[in-house]
């Protein structure tokens, strides 16, 4: 199966303007860093000057422990969502109030990963990926176990906190360690095992659940993550180019300021907390009608669903493609209006347009957090790094804030509540798109990524 992901993710470093550009494609390089251990490894084999190369042991080893991260880090993450309508029923809260068991923790996500990268400057890239994995699976784990809810969501709060080091460290692990040549397919393999982890991790958890009940489903996810996380510390060749360095707090806010002077940043954060904003909401809130009548689906069948997912493999590296042969301001407002129609089809009665409608939303939707994620390295700059870092953000933000909110309009009005609230994120998102279509584009200047020593936080 690596063997598979990894043609597959040629594919998608070929449409990349560069090895560090591919990573913002996917919204994901921009806050990694990665951590050094003192655990115990096994020995591999380097390539020739000591950075890790395609064809060699260490690069099989390093590839295999980041697929197997990225995996654990989403799966961990999105368990939950598929078991919120469970939440209520076994709980007694509302759907509004299960959606905060994922808003919790992306919410603390989006604020630790903007200081992880700084920590695993001291403290070193693998130490700090390990202790992430490892310790995020066991809290779920414990979450299997938990007897109210208010412990589960305090679980789920820190878990945000601990799963920041791995998204947060990785790509820069691979920055240091990887040879220019090989780190592209080095990213394909990471972000290839995210999207998978994030799929899986859903329908483990609502195929399990529905057989054995949530505590089983959540254990499940928990017990897979682990064994991701072992496989990782040992898979993983420690860092051989990390230097500790003390983080300089002035410079990185320094240039988190500057970013909000750009005529185009801001508006791109915008579109990112409304991107993935309206996208978990209505993944929150699908369980709750497709297992209600007149559907009466089961929890397998609704886990199932997340299974669409898998179009998001193409649209994101299809449309991020078109963007980059027509241009991202041409592209990305067709995201949108894709997004827009399919909501309106899930608002209809037939499942089979329900579903079309889905499709459509989770199409729209990685077609467009790729050309806006490419979009925002490209205007950062020398800042490029605190500028994704930003992006994902308020991308994560969008998800904790959007996510829960959804949950009042669902009280209010049903289904049809939440599709006016999707359909409103996703207008407004639509009419930044279109100012962003008049937005003066930058001169073709390549600006190289600032050191994380003098504030840089990838």
């Given at each position: 199966m690596l063997g598979?992901?990894?043609?597959?993710c040629r594919?998608?470093?070929?449409?990349?303007?560069?090895?560090?550009?591919c990573?913002?494609?996917h919204?994901?390089?921009?806050m990694?860093t990665?951590?050094?251990?003192?655990a115990?490894t096994k020995?591999v084999?380097w390539g020739?000057?000591?950075l890790?190369?395609?064809g060699?042991p260490a690069f099989?080893h390093?590839?295999?422990?980041?697929f197997?991260a990225?995996?654990?880090?989403f799966g961990?993450?999105y368990?939950?969502q598929?078991l919120?309508?469970?939440f209520s029923?076994?709980y007694?809260?509302?759907a509004?109030?299960?959606?905060?068991?994922?808003s919790?923790?992306?919410g603390?996500?989006?604020?630790?990963?903007?200081?992880?990268?700084?920590?695993?400057?001291?403290w070193?890239r693998?130490s700090?990926?390990?202790?992430?994995?490892?310790s995020s699976?066991?809290?779920?784990l414990?979450t299997?176990?938990?007897?109210?809810?208010?412990?589960?969501?305090?679980i789920?709060?820190?878990?945000?906190?601990t799963l920041?080091?791995?998204p947060?460290?990785a790509?820069?692990?691979?920055?240091?360690e990887?040879h220019?040549?090989?780190?592209?397919?080095?990213?394909?393999?990471?972000?290839s095992g995210?999207a998978v982890?994030g799929?899986s991790?859903?329908?483990?958890?609502?195929v399990?659940?529905?057989?054995?009940?949530?505590r089983?489903?959540?254990?499940?996810v928990?017990v897979?993550?682990l064994?991701s996380?072992l496989?990782f510390?040992?898979?993983?060749?420690?860092s051989?180019h990390f230097?500790p360095?003390?983080?300089?707090w002035?410079?990185?806010f320094?240039?988190f300021?500057?970013?909000?002077?750009?005529a185009?940043?801001?508006?791109l954060?915008?579109?990112g907390f409304l991107?993935?904003?309206a996208f978990?909401t209505v993944?929150?809130?699908?369980?709750?009608?497709?297992l209600?009548?007149?559907?009466?689906?089961s929890?397998?069948?609704?886990g199932?669903?997340f299974?669409?997912?898998?179009v998001?493999t193409?649209s994101s590296a299809w449309?991020?493609?078109?963007?980059?042969?027509l241009?991202?301001r041409?592209?990305?407002w067709?995201?949108?209006a894709l997004?827009?129609?399919?909501?309106?089809?899930t608002?209809?009665e037939?499942?089979w347009?329900i579903?079309f409608?889905?499709?459509?939303?989770?199409?729209?939707?990685f077609?467009?957090?790729?050309?806006?994620?490419?979009w925002?390295?490209?205007?950062?700059?020398?800042?490029?790094?605190?500028?994704?870092s930003m992006?994902?953000?308020?991308?994560?933000m969008?998800?904790?804030?959007?996510?829960?909110?959804g949950?009042l309009?669902?009280a209010?009005?049903?289904?049809?509540?939440?599709?006016w609230f999707v359909?409103a994120l996703?207008?407004?998102?639509?009419l930044?798109?279109?100012w962003?279509y008049r937005?003066q584009?930058l001169?073709?200047?390549i600006?190289?990524p600032t050191?994380m020593s003098?504030?840089?936080?990838?």
């Open positions: 598979l992901l990894s043609r597959a594919v998608v470093a070929h449409h990349c303007a560069d090895d560090y550009a990573a913002i494609y919204g994901i390089a921009a990694s990665s951590a050094s251990s003192d115990p020995s084999a020739g000057d000591d890790i190369r395609h060699t099989r390093t590839n295999l422990a980041l197997a990225g995996f654990a880090t961990l993450l368990c939950v598929p919120m309508p469970q029923q076994h007694g809260v509302s509004a109030a299960s959606a905060l068991s994922l919790l923790t992306t603390v996500l989006a604020f630790a990963m903007l200081f992880a990268g700084g920590v695993s400057d001291a070193g693998k700090v990926m390990v202790a992430s994995l490892l699976a066991v809290l779920v414990i299997a176990l938990m007897p109210n809810w208010y412990a589960l969501l305090a789920r709060t820190l878990l945000g906190l920041s080091g791995l947060a460290v790509m820069t692990y691979l920055s240091e990887m220019p040549e090989s780190i592209g397919l080095g990213m394909g393999l990471y972000i995210s982890g799929m991790g859903r329908l483990i958890s609502g399990v659940a529905d057989y054995f009940g949530w089983a489903g959540v254990g499940v928990g897979v993550g064994i996380g496989v510390w040992q898979a993983l060749p420690t051989r230097r360095q003390a983080l300089q002035r410079a990185l320094a240039r300021a500057g970013m909000f002077r750009d185009g940043l801001p508006w954060f915008a579109e991107l993935l904003g978990v993944y929150n809130y699908l369980g709750y009608r497709l209600a009548p007149p559907y009466n689906l929890q397998t069948v609704v199932l669903i299974g669409i997912y898998l998001g193409f449309m991020g493609h078109l963007a980059g042969k241009g991202r041409k592209v990305l067709t995201a949108l997004m827009l129609f399919g909501v309106a089809c608002m209809m037939s499942l347009l579903i409608g889905i499709t459509a939303i989770t199409f729209g939707f077609g467009g957090h790729s050309i806006v994620s490419s925002v390295g490209r205007r950062g700059g020398a800042a490029k790094a605190q500028a994704s992006y994902l953000f308020s991308y994560y969008g998800s904790s804030v959007a996510g829960a909110s949950g309009f669902y209010a009005a049903g289904w049809n509540g939440v599709a359909g996703v207008l407004v998102g639509l930044i798109a279109l962003l937005l584009p001169p073709q200047i600006t190289p050191p003098k504030g840089a936080m990838p």
